[in-house]
Structures are given as C-alpha cells and as structure tokens.
C-alpha cells in the first residue's frame, strides 16, 4: 500500500495518523473542509482536497482524485457515513473506520471484542446528534463495518477509549496537568483508585496503520495504552514530569458535597472502570509507548499551548470547601 486517504486529518487523531504515515513512506491526501487550519500546508507531502464528506459527492471525487489504496475514515459519526465511505472506497485495499470503546454495551473487565456486546441503535438514534447516542452510532457504524466485509470490502474498525496527547483540543487531561502545574494539593474523587482507559494518541495513529495493513476484513481492534493507571497514578505521573510534587487529596462523594461538587463533575472519573481489552492489536505487532514518555510529550505540549482544561473546573473555591472540611478532621 503505498497511497493512503485520511478523512480529516488536521486536528487531533488525524493529524498524527498523517505523520505517522508520513513516517512510513505512504503518499498522502487529506480530505476536510477547511474550518480547521491544516498544519501541512506547507508540506508538499501531503496533498489536500477540499470537501464535506456528509456529501457523497465529495468522497466520489476524492475516490477519483487520491485513487487510494488505504482510506482511515476520522470523521464518521453516523452509521449512514460508514455505509456511504463503505460503498464509495469498496475497491480500496483497506477502508478503516474510528470506531470507539463508547460502542460497547455492556459494563465488564475488560472490554473485548466479539465478545463484549454492542450498544443497539435505532433509526432515530442513527440520525441524532447528542452525545447520548454517540455509543449507538458508533455500534451501528461497527455493524456497517461487518456488513461491509460480507460484501468483499477490506473493511475494519479501530475503537480508541479516552485518547490523549499533543493537541488535544478537548483539554481533558490538561485540565489535570494544569491542577497538578498550580496547586501543591490536588482534590482527587473518589478513592482514587478509579480506572478509565486512556489511549495515547501516536498509538491510535499507529494502531489505524498496523489494522490497515495487517487487520483482518470485518474485524474490530481495540486501542488503549497497554499499562493502565487509576486517577491518583496519573496525577503523580504528570507531577513527576512537571518535576513537582502533590498532596492528593482523595474525595468522596459525601466530602464533596461540602462544596456542592458530584464526583462526575470530574473529568476522566468513572464510577465503573473502563478498561479495554488490548490483546488483539498488541497480536498484529502493534506496542503502546511507556506512560512516562506519553505523559511526558503531553505535558511538554501542554505547557507550549494556551490550553488549561478551565472548561472542565468545578471551581477550585467550591473545592477550597472541600479541603477546609477534610482538614478539620
Ligand atoms: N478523541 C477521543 O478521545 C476519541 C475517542 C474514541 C474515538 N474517537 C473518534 O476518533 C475520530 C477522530 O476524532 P478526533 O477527536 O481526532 O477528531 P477531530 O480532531 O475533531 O477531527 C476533525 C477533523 O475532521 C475534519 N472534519 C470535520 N468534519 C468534517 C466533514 N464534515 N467533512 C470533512 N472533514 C471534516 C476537520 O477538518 P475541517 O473542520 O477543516 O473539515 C479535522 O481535520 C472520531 O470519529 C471520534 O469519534 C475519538
């Protein structure tokens, strides 16, 4: 395979899935609108076609345009686009899908796949844009997937947990990096010892290429880092890369309610662990890089960005409460 085509490709996921081919000799096209800016206009390596892959048409044109031999679909929301890319790219040697670990249905430890059941989906959950149905869609577009390859198409999905790393543009874990950079004590919900999966973004890029090039038509791949942390590892990772050092001050929900917090108003806390299963991927050859240096690359871009996370806070005076009361015991 020599020609790949990323839907996307300019923001988060994508833009390192183009590097990550780049790295490794593919010729590559991006397809996006341009609302985003792209980071390769000035990289000859990379070609770009303007369009909105909601319209067939465009994805028609790119077909004929970048005549691809790998197509990784960033930006499929909708079963109804997996359908559309499934049928438009059925040539293609690989066509694949980012899929998520939110398509699973069932809570269990871990989240396998072929076994763990999917969300079910209905037609008005198939066209609905909130965020409730997003587990749904992202099932029904897995099923397209498995639809597709009965048919002959070189179709799979890959299904990222919580992905993280440079250019995160949902600021989910710098809102961490950032109470961990301005604080010496740190409220943590919980126990601290809450699990949910995280995946390192390079490693999803190189996960999309390793499904393309050596997945199996019809399967599923889920991707996370190999060595999971709980909340309180995470914190003292990012402290020991920011060179500091924390107090963790563990909340549960009962001390929390001193400052009208819910232990959900934390991002990257889940009650029930989320953890995927990594084995199948890690089968193709595929490796996650060590937590330390991940974290490392996430915080070094964290501290070049103007990102803080704040939009994530549940108001560190309403946390203050918090620390007030746990300190008179
Ligand atoms: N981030 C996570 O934690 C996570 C976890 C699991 C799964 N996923 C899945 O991973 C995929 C990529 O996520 P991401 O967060 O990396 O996405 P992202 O950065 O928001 O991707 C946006 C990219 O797609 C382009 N784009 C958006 N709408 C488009 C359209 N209608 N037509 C053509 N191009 C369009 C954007 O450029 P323009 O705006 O210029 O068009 C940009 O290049 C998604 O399918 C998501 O469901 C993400």
């Not at 072929?114 to 099923?143: M, V």
């Amino acid at each position: 395979m020599d020609d790949a085509l990323v839907i996307g490709g300019t923001r988060f996921i994508g833009r390192h899935l183009v590097e990550d081919l780049l790295a490794h000799d593919y010729d590559v096209t991006i397809l996006n609108r341009g609302t985003h800016e792209n980071p390769f206009a000035d990289d000859d390596r990379v070609s770009r076609i303007e369009g909105d892959r909601t319209n067939d048409s465009a994805l028609e044109a790119a077909a004929i345009e970048a005549d691809p031999d790998a197509v990784f679909d960033c930006v499929a929301y909708y079963p109804k686009d997996v359908q559309a890319a499934t049928r438009i790219f059925d040539d293609c040697e690989a066509y694949v899908y980012i899929s998520s670990g939110a398509a699973y249905g069932r809570e269990e430890i871990p989240k396998r796949e072929g076994e763990t059941p999917l969300e079910s989906c209905t037609a008005d959950q198939a066209a609905d844009d909130s965020g409730e149905t997003y587990g749904p869609r992202k099932a029904e577009g897995d099923r397209a997937i498995f639809a597709a390859a009965e048919r002959g198409v070189n179709a799979m999905a890959v299904r990222p947990c919580i992905v993280y790393g440079p250019h995160d543009y949902t600021e989910r874990l710098d809102f961490w990096i950032d109470r961990v950079n301005r604080f010496d004590r740190v409220v943590v919900p919980g126990d601290g010892t809450n699990v949910w999966h995280r995946a390192y973004v390079e490693d999803v890029a190189t996960a999309l290429r390793v499904v393309a090039e050596q997945g199996d038509a019809g399967e599923a791949y889920n991707v996370g880092d190999r060595r999971l942390v709980t909340l309180e590892e995470m914190v003292d990772l990012i402290a020991a890369e920011l060179d500091t050092s924390v107090e963790v001050v563990t909340a549960g929900p009962r001390e929390l309610e001193a400052g009208e917090i819910e232990p959900d108003d934390y991002v990257l806390y889940r009650e029930y662990p989320h953890v995927l299963s990594t084995a199948k991927l890690a089968d193709l050859g595929w490796e996650s890089t060590p937590l330390e240096e991940a974290m490392a690359r996430s915080v070094a871009d964290f501290l070049e960005s103007d990102r803080d996370g704040s939009e994530h806070d549940p108001g560190r005076e309403n946390e203050e409460r918090v620390l007030g009361i746990l300190d008179t015991f």
